[in-house]
């Protein structure tokens, strides 16, 4: 099983950047897709959560209408675009998977770093 992230990087207040994940080793069409972000000194939080089929996605209050994501079940990978970027949106983004059937199957990425500096 691997997550693996790209897209990171330096960007300017009001910039954007889109990440995407690549996930191999398991069926990624099963699986609940999110968007986890943790900032130093702090606890790793949801940004953004969609079901397998992009029927259902959930934001967190502080990117609502900014960031977008969304997932290409053909390609086994999961997208977040971010526009109008912050300085606080600065953080590791981790890719994870989640499916709950009889035992709940939860796969992390290693994260890509996103700075947002003046």
């Known amino acids: 099983v691997q997550l693996v992230e790209s897209g990171g990087g330096l960007v300017s207040p009001g910039g954007s950047l889109r990440l995407s994940c690549l996930a191999s080793?398991?069926?990624?069409?099963?699986?609940?897709m999110s968007w986890y972000r943790q900032a130093p000194g702090k606890e790793r939080e949801l940004v953004a959560r969609i079901d397998s089929f992009g029927a259902s996605i959930n934001y967190a209050d502080s990117v609502k209408g900014r960031f977008a994501i969304s997932r290409a079940n053909a390609r086994n990978t999961v997208y977040l675009q971010m526009n109008s970027l912050k300085p606080e949106d600065t953080a590791v983004y981790y890719c994870?998977?989640?499916?709950?059937?009889?035992?709940?199957?939860?796969?992390w990425g290693r994260g890509t770093q996103v700075t947002v500096f003046s």
């Open positions: 994870n998977a989640l499916w709950s059937a009889n035992v709940q199957y939860n796969h």
């Open positions: 080793g398991f069926t990624f069409s099963n699986y609940v």
